[in-house]
């Protein structure tokens, strides 16, 4: 069974820090995703990386960027935390193989 | 852009009853893939059942099928025998051919009473 772990289930920071959710699969997948979750909305995705050091913008990278050095770890890097950035955030991973996206757990992010 | 909506937020069934869940699609492409998600309160993400566009024929998963109607775009779900372990938040995806990320509806929440 494929296994997406996130670092933390809950998180919580203040406006300006910056903070870091830290994705691993232990699938050897050439693809990871960032997606954010909010009520209403569904998820959204922010980034997601094809290899090592590769990496694409998503429908909402702003204020966010990742960070992909080793192939089963891919992080997800909030600069400069703000308020509007609390939410539910889902690291996913997949092989080019047309299989389809396995997802961890999520951690709750809140900005105080 | 591919856009995916849900258009009911919630959803309720009496247990052992059959419920349908609704997602419509709007793509100009004729080669992708559909999926439904299940994300039970422990929150990770259950592929459900997922069909590919150039199969007429509708999947199913034991008590889950979907009625996909391609030129409707419309891919419901319905669960059958519905059980308290089906209760969850149900998202709608969709995949371009070729392509990496989902676009997801904005969710049902499901609920089952006994």
């Known amino acids: 069974d494929v296994k997406v772990t996130q670092s933390s289930r809950y998180l919580v920071k203040r406006t300006g820090e910056k903070v870091f959710l830290e994705c691993v699969q232990d699938?050897?997948?050439?693809?990871m995703f960032w997606y954010r979750q909010d009520p209403g909305l569904g998820l959204r995705l922010i980034y997601f990386?094809?290899?090592?050091?590769?990496?694409e913008k998503g429908d909402i990278p702003e204020g966010y960027s990742v960070s992909r050095e080793k192939k089963e770890r891919f992080s997800l890097i909030l600069e400069s935390a703000s308020t509007n950035q609390t939410s539910m955030y889902l690291c996913a991973s997949r092989d080019i193989r047309n299989q389809p996206q396995h997802f961890g757990d999520g951690t709750r992010l809140s900005i105080l | 852009a591919q856009t995916v909506t849900q258009s009911q937020p919630e959803m309720s069934v009496q247990e052992a009853e059959t419920v349908t869940l609704s997602c419509t699609y709007d793509?100009?492409?004729?080669?992708?893939?559909l999926f439904w998600y299940k994300q039970p309160p422990s929150r990770q993400m259950i592929l459900v059942i997922r069909q590919e566009a150039y199969k007429q024929q509708n999947a199913t998963e034991n008590r889950f099928s979907v009625n996909f109607q391609k030129a409707a775009k419309s891919f419901s779900l319905k669960i059958s025998d519905s059980q308290l372990g089906d209760a969850a938040m149900y998202f709608c995806a969709y995949r371009s051919q070729g392509a990496q990320k989902l676009v997801f509806g904005q969710g049902t929440r499901l609920t089952i009473n006994p």
């Open positions: 990386s094809y290899d090592v050091k590769m990496k």
């Open positions: 699938m050897d997948h050439e693809n």
């Open positions: 793509t100009s492409e004729s080669d992708y893939y």
